[in-house]
Structure formats: structure tokens, C-alpha cells
């Protein structure tokens, strides 16, 4: 009864292509089926891009992509790569039997058959208005009407960002300052003492029942809390920080910033699991591979990252080094000078270096002699042309900020001669207050660029999220520079976002604004490589889709065309099951109706 059920299902998707659907039923041997369907894919890529007038305008872009993955998918060398063969494994839902010993299809892998035949056939659907009347005219008639187009586009837009809060709207400040006296209040302190960093530090909130004494948790989050603690996983809150959350849960405002630093039961029942098996297999970007010394990671030619400490003033969550990381603001996490200084050592005798990026960990958790003294350390380095300082401060510890520590900094500010960048971390336009603007504006007004790397999630990805982001980001003076995919750790998958909905919410979305204000390149970084930039096609492919519905990608290294370096197969989120999630949090999936035709 299964079997059928199934196999009728996918024998009504296969109706969208009669000729791949004749193929697969027919009794060939499957190599044949292959060559078929292979046949059939080049006649109709050839008669798409011949202009066939049967395809609707732009939709012939969509035959071209489906197609091109389609052939990838069909290739004996992604079957290999992938350790799975989609041709073999619809073949035998078709013909099997019985399906005993078979993964049964998951509706996210037939949602991924039925828009691939779709895509391949011309029938995706995804143009549902008529053609805009702007270019059937010329001159100030055609550009009124271009107008009323851009505006209309605009308008939709800005309805979508209304719907997020921003910790500059007047009624968040109004609220988060009744925060603030409820949480000094509890530690029975005063204004002058919140605005010291070391106050702020000296009381990071540790464990569950010291939070839920001043913001309301769900029985979910304060399980979790408890259990991380019990087994010595990293968790903490500043106070300002904590300022920054809702009363109570729930409301939705305030949900990726919970999201940031509290953990949930899934996070912390596979760390504990990670943890028995051993500490390596939590370093997904395998730096053990790439760090020729204690404290440094190379991998690219010209700039390295130094690693002077190993904490943070709070965890986040899908933290990339959690692994080396033993607890919040520990007291031991700074290198020790005698291997910070073999470090230094290394990059003074690595003339080829020209840029290091000083992060951690939180690097501005050291004291203002210890930054100072290792700036001057670098900036005595010749060849080192440019320090970058990848900070969080500004968005969880806006205090650290002072105008002793900028000033500090700003001395090894040479225009001309060497650059110190800081690359700071907001996720949220919630993050975004009058004290994280004051923070940036003080690098600002010693002419230092402040750039922001956000990490793409399941909890800023709706809809013009992050593209309101980056909005307000420009107004205070951060420039957007990395979208980061989350990185696919075990222990993190309910942060991870399919890789189409980045692609899609770069085409759609951040295209819409200016481009001053849509600066960032998004990004997959490669284990053990480095950075893949997913905007362009050409480094990566689509090379199969399993029965559970995720899509397995390839993805080239960067130096390519430059050495013979081995590619990386990776297993994204399943789009059907993303797109679900949405649902549960009141998102209208006709919204994101594209994300299956981004590759």
C-alpha cells in the first residue's frame, strides 16, 4: 500500500516531463536511462537557448539552471563524490517491488523532484504578474511607469522591514531602560557602575536561576541552561546584554538575540555527545590542519589570524571555535606571553604576510597595556600592512569601548602606511542601540573602519530580515561586509539555512537597496580552504539530492585555477523542511516561492 502510495506520487510529478517520465519506466538497462534522459536535456538546452517560443520570457533561465544541475546530478562522478545516485534511486522506486531495504522518499525530496522537472520543462511558475508596460514605451512616459514599478517594488519591501523592531525605535529604548533598572536593582548596583566593562564582566550571568530572577525563561531554555552548566559548557550573559531581551518570551522581537546566547536542549545533548568522542570532531573548519604554530591559522597566502585569547564577555551559540573555548570571560583562555610571543615571531619571519586578523575568542577582553603592547609588537612588523580586530564588544559590551582603548588603538593607525579595520558581529537589528551606535562612532571618529560579518540563521533569514539589518547597520556606521553560511556543525543544525535561501535573499532582497548598504559578499566557508563565495556559480554545483531532501554541493577551493587542490562535498539543510519551519512561525511560504530555483 506504501509502495504505490509513493509510487503514485511520483509518477503525477513525472507527468510535468513526459519524456523523462517515458524514459524511467521504460525496461532499459539504467546506463541507457542515462544516456536517454541526458539525450533529451541537451535537445531541450539547445532549443531553449535557440529561443523556442514555447518558453515564457526569462523562465528560459530557469530551464538553462535545472537543466545544468540536472546534468550534474546525472554524472557518474557526483554519484561518486556524493556516495549516492538519485537516477539509481528513482529507478527503483519506480520498479523495485518492494521497497525493503530502501530510505523512503521524505515529501522534501519529492518537493525537490517535482521543481526540478518544473525548472527543466519551463513550468516553474514563479512569474505570476503580467509584464510591466514601462518598455513597450519611450522616453518620460516609459520612465513615470519604470517609477511606479520601483516604487511598487519598494513599498513591498519596506512592508517587510516594518515588521522587525530595531533597538533605535524610541519605544525599545523606553523599554530596555526599565530593563536596565530591574537588572541593578537585583545586583545592587548603580548608573556609574553599568557603564564599567569590568562591573559588566565581574557579573556575567552563569546560570539559570540568576537569569530567570530577572527576565522571564521558557521551561526549555532554563532546562538547558541548567544542563549546560552541569556539564561545563560554555554559557553567559552580560548584564547590559541581558537589557537587551523581552520580559518575557515569546513576542517575537526579541527572538534571535535569545537565540544567540541561550542554548537549547539539542545544542547541549550533542555537545555533551561531541565531547565523549573527542575534541577534533567539533572543529569543523579543521584549523588543526591549517595553524603552523600555537595561536595562528593560515589559509591564504597573505594574511593570517592570530588568536591572543580564547573567550568571549558571552558565548554565541554556533560559535566556530567552541571547541577550544572552556568557558565565559575564563580566566585562563589568553595565550601565554611565551607563545604569543613565538607567534609574533612566526609572522615577523613570514615576510609573504601582509594582513592579520587579531580575534579569538574576543581580543578586547584583554587589558588596554596587553592590546597596546601587541599592536606595537605588530605594527613594528614591516610587512604587515593592515590589522584587522574581529570584535563583539560593540554589540555585547558596548563599555569596553572607551575613549582610553580607542585612543590606544588609533596610534598604530597609519593612513598610507597601515590600517587598523575592526570587524564587529551584529546578527539583529535588535543588537543595534544608542550604545552599540556610540561604540562604532568613537573608531569612526579616529577615521577607522568598522565592518560587520553576519552569520546567516534560521533566526534573521525571513524575509527583508537581514536586508534591514544592514540598513540601520549603514546608519551607524558599519559597513556590511560578510554573509557567512552557518557552518555545518552537528551541534548547530537548527541555526543552519539552506544555501538557496542566501542566494535568493541576495538576488531578491539586498538587491533591492543601495549599494552602499548591500556591500557584503555571502560566503560558505570551506574546511581546512577558506571561503567559498556563493554568489558565483562557477564555484560551486549541485551534484545530488537525497531522499531526505537535501541537496549535496561541491564546492571548488579557491586557488583552483591556480593549483590542484581537492574540492569538498557538503550536505545542506533540506529547503522543504526549512520552508516548514517558516510556516510554524507564521511565515506565508508563498513568500519564498524561488528558493527552489536558486542553485
Not at 588543526?288 to 589559509?299: A, V
Request: charged share 30%; proline share 6%; aromatic share 10%.
Amino acid at each position: 500500500m506504501e509502495r504505490e502510495k509513493i509510487r503514485s506520487r511520483l509518477l503525477k510529478i513525472l507527468d510535468l516531463a513526459p519524456p523523462i517520465k517515458e524514459i524511467l519506466l521504460s525496461e532499459a538497462p539504467l546506463d541507457d536511462k542515462r544516456q536517454s534522459i541526458r539525450h533529451f536535456l541537451e535537445d531541450m538546452l539547445r532549443r531553449t537557448l535557440e529561443d523556442d517560443p514555447s518558453v515564457p520570457p526569462l523562465e528560459c533561465i530557469q530551464v538553462r539552471d535545472a537543466i545544468r544541475v540536472f546534468e550534474s546530478i546525472l554524472s557518474r562522478r557526483s554519484e561518486r563524490l556524493a556516495g549516492y545516485s538519485l537516477l539509481g534511486y528513482l529507478n527503483d522506486l519506480l520498479h523495485r517491488p518492494d521497497y525493503h531495504g530502501l530510505d523512503r522518499p521524505s515529501p522534501g525530496f519529492l518537493a525537490e523532484v517535482e521543481h526540478l522537472m518544473r525548472g527543466v520543462m519551463g513550468k516553474s511558475g514563479i512569474y505570476q504578474e503580467k509584464m510591466p508596460a514601462f518598455p513597450k514605451y519611450e522616453g518620460r512616459r516609459a520612465a513615470k511607469l519604470r517609477s511606479a514599478d520601483l516604487s511598487r517594488m519598494m513599498h513591498a519591501a519596506e512592508k517587510f522591514m516594518a515588521l522587525y523592531a530595531c533597538g533605535l525605535d524610541e519605544d525599545v529604548i523606553r523599554r530596555r531602560s526599565r530593563n536596565k533598572v530591574r537588572i541593578l536593582d537585583y545586583f545592587k548596583a548603580t548608573e556609574l557602575e553599568w557603564d564599567d566593562w569590568r562591573w559588566q564582566t565581574k557579573h556575567i550571568i552563569r546560570n539559570a536561576d540568576t537569569l530567570a530572577a530577572m527576565v522571564e525563561l521558557t521551561g526549555d531554555e532554563y532546562r538547558a541552561i541548567k544542563l549546560a552548566r552541569e556539564n561545563r559548557i560554555p554559557f553567559g550573559i552580560t548584564p547590559y546584554y541581558l537589557s537587551l531581551f523581552d520580559r518575557k518570551p515569546g513576542g517575537g522581537r526579541d527572538t534571535a538575540v535569545r537565540a544567540q546566547v541561550l542554548p537549547s536542549m539539542h545544542y547541549v545533548t550533542k555537545m555533551m555527545a561531541l565531547r565523549e568522542r573527542s575534541e577534533h570532531s567539533m572543529d569543523f573548519m579543521l584549523e588543526r590542519d591549517t595553524s603552523p604554530i600555537e595561536g595562528i591559522t593560515r589559509r591564504y597566502p597573505s594574511i593570517v589570524i592570530l588568536k591572543p585569547i580564547l573567550t568571549c564577555p558571552q558565548i554565541c551559540v554556533y560559535c566556530q571555535r567552541n571547541w577550544e573555548i572552556e568557558d565565559v570571560y575564563s580566566a585562563n583562555a589568553a595565550l601565554g606571553q611565551e607563545k604569543l610571543d613565538r607567534a609574533l615571531n612566526w609572522i615577523e619571519e613570514t615576510p609573504e604576510i601582509h594582513e592579520v586578523l587579531v580575534t579569538g575568542g574576543d581580543p578586547l577582553l584583554l587589558s588596554d597595556d596587553r592590546i597596546e603592547n601587541l599592536l606595537y609588537r605588530l605594527s613594528k612588523i614591516p610587512h604587515v600592512e593592515r590589522i584587522r580586530i574581529g570584535t563583539r564588544t560593540p554589540v555585547t559590551l558596548p563599555q569596553r569601548i572607551t575613549d582610553t582603548l580607542v585612543r590606544d588603538i588609533n596610534h598604530f593607525h597609519h593612513p598610507g602606511k597601515r590600517e587598523v579595520i575592526i570587524i564587529t558581529h551584529f546578527e539583529h537589528p535588535y543588537e543595534i542601540t544608542p550604545q552599540a551606535l556610540e561604540a562604532v562612532q568613537k573608531f569612526r571618529r579616529y577615521g577607522m573602519e568598522v565592518y560587520n560579518q553576519l552569520v546567516y540563521t534560521f533566526y534573521n533569514s525571513r524575509k527583508f530580515e537581514a536586508a534591514f539589518l544592514r540598513h540601520k547597520l549603514r546608519l551607524i556606521g558599519v559597513t556590511p561586509y560578510y554573509t557567512f553560511n552557518t557552518k555545518g556543525k552537528e551541534e548547530t543544525d537548527e541555526y543552519r539555512v539552506p544555501i538557496s535561501r542566501l542566494l535568493q535573499e541576495q538576488h531578491e532582497e539586498a538587491r533591492l537597496l543601495p549599494g552602499t548598504v548591500r556591500t557584503d559578499e555571502i560566503v560558505f566557508n570551506v574546511p581546512r580552504l577558506g571561503k567559498n563565495y556563493l554568489r558565483a556559480r562557477q564555484h560551486h554545483d549541485v551534484i545530488s539530492i537525497l531522499p531526505d531532501g537535501c541537496r549535496v554541493f561541491e564546492f571548488h577551493p579557491w586557488e583552483k585555477k591556480l593549483e590542484l587542490v581537492d574540492t569538498y562535498v557538503y550536505t545542506d539543510v533540506s529547503i522543504y523542511d526549512y520552508v516548514k519551519r517558516l510556516r510554524s512561525v507564521g511565515e506565508d511560504p508563498a513568500d519564498y516561492r524561488t528558493i527552489w530555483y536558486y542553485y
